[in-house]
């Protein structure tokens, strides 16, 4: 399978090297030039499987020669492996037909894991095929930085750099980044938001000349297709543990980069039977606005009770667009460079093409802890934020009161603690795997929103 640009203009790439490039050369994204398809039958052929036999299933196609086939079964096994519960992705039922998708029960209690915990097998195992080493630049909300860490912390191929906005993460997210010992591993505090953290880390990418020479940049964000591969997965497991490819099903997910969703976009056009997908978002509403609105206008950021959503720029929109705009490579690049200066609506045909599938909601820190208690009420069921916030944008935007409605459970609720008890729940406690996190010592550096100070950190502390 080959990978291509949304925006046209850079070389078309195999798995391993679109593994490693993360962003593409001209600044777009990739995704594949085609995507397996599956019939009825066949998705029907897979109910009994255990969850890493299906994701060799969906996986592999994807990845083709890059890794040999029984050290790919052998590496899926071993990611979920990981996880504490047998079923990997459970479903709990808290209504007639409602559903959360708990995807927490990975090591660092967030969907993240299901992602990252393969990305660092399969990096390590393509860089070592190769003889080279390579640096992991990140830049994290809350979740991707533990599970990044996590997932890649006994790579012997790679350094890892870690940025989070300074004092703006959870407790429990930012010392699952910072307890995790490892001379490989820099946890790095910047003093602005996220999307200033975001934003260094795509300029680095474009320009890595301040690393020393053999080494290369390789991106854990969502922006890197493996990413997006692994969370095809759970769509299709948790259709299957519900009737599907008989029965379609609808899915909420809570969501601010994007990459989560479009996963199940991709997952429906693979032949997955799919209703609908609710795009849930809190005040940092770009996505909700342009869905419902056909207006892109950025708003400054506000900090909320779901930190791992607060994000202004949504940087796998871009791959949706590509379809939306016919795989327009040029029209695609001009589009985003608007998008970056002014407001802009696109064609309404094409919103409507959108609209097919998307439907969205937003909603503020208020209703998310109105949301929490009244769930907590109904079921005894905790919810953190983020999933909180997909709950209410599923009963608000649900089409069809007969097809099984699964939000997506993004993170344990001991990750957002803070939340939980403004919304009048008791402190959730920690699983017994971090019980003692609290008291772990943390290791991390604060550096100044400049550039040039965290490039000049990172190309001091690689490892030789």
């Known amino acids: ?16 090297e679109v593994l490693l490039a993360g962003l593409a050369s001209d600044g777009g994204l990739y995704v594949p030039d085609e995507l397996p398809s599956y019939s009825l039958d066949e998705i029907r052929s897979w109910r009994e499987l ?7 299933k969906i996986v592999s196609p994807f990845i083709g020669d890059a890794v040999e086939e029984q050290a790919l079964k052998d590496m899926i096994k071993d990611t979920y492996a990981g996880f504490a519960h047998s079923a990997v992705a459970p479903l709990a039922q808290i209504d007639h037909n409602e559903y959360v998708l708990e995807l927490f029960h990975g090591p660092t209690l967030a969907f993240k894991d299901f992602a990252l915990q393969l990305l660092g097998r399969l990096l390590d195992y393509v860089l070592e095929k190769r003889g080279e080493k390579a640096v992991i630049m990140g830049a994290t909300s809350g979740d991707t930085g533990s599970a990044a860490i996590e997932g890649c912390r006994r790579c012997k191929t790679i350094d890892i750099f870690i940025l989070h906005p300074y004092n703006r993460v959870s407790e429990v997210q930012r010392r699952q980044m910072t ?9 790095l505090a910047i003093e602005g938001n996220f999307d200033d ?19 290369r940049l390789v991106a854990v964000n969502s922006i890197n297709w493996a990413r997006i591969m692994a969370q095809i997965v759970y769509y299709f497991y948790a259709s299957l543990n519900l009737g599907g490819p008989d029965r379609k099903v609808a899915f909420s997910v809570p969501t601010g980069n994007f990459g989560d ?6 997952a429906h056009k693979m032949g997955l039977p799919i209703d ?4 849930a978002t809190n005040q940092n509403d770009i996505l909700h606005r342009f869905m419902s609105q056909n207006l892109y206008k950025k708003n400054p950021l506000e900090h909320t009770l779901s930190p791992s959503m607060d994000i202004v720029v949504s940087s796998n929109f871009e791959r949706l667009l590509f379809d939306l705009f016919d795989r327009d490579g040029h029209a695609i690049a001009d589009l985003m460079d608007k998008m970056n200066n002014e407001e802009v609506s696109i064609e309404e045909d094409r919103m409507a093409r959108a609209r097919e599938m998307f439907d969205s909601y937003a909603l503020n820190d208020e209703v998310t802890c109105q949301t929490i208690s009244q769930v907590f009420g109904e079921s005894e069921y905790l919810l953190d934020p983020h999933t909180a916030i997909g709950v209410k944008a599923a009963r608000e935007t649900r089409r069809n009161k007969d097809v099984p409605m699964v939000t997506l459970g993004t993170a344990h609720p001991v990750k957002f603690a803070d939340a939980c008890t403004k919304a009048g729940m008791q402190y959730p406690e920690l699983p017994a795997h971090l019980s003692d996190l609290l008291e772990r010592e943390e290791k991390y550096t604060v550096l100044p929103n400049d550039m040039t100070k965290v490039q000049g950190f990172i190309a001091e502390n690689l490892s030789k």
């Open 1 to 16: 399978m080959k990978y291509i640009s949304t925006r046209g203009q850079a070389p078309e790439l195999d798995f391993e």
């Open 50 to 56: 255990p969850y890493h036999e299906l994701a060799y």
């Open 179 to 187: 307890t995790i010992p490892g001379d490989n591993i820099h946890n």
């Open 197 to 215: 953290c975001q934003s260094m880390v795509k300029a680095s990418f474009r320009d890595q000349s301040f690393l020393a020479d053999g080494r």
């Open 261 to 266: 969703i479009f996963a199940g976009y991709l």
């Open 276 to 279: 609908q997908l609710t795009i």
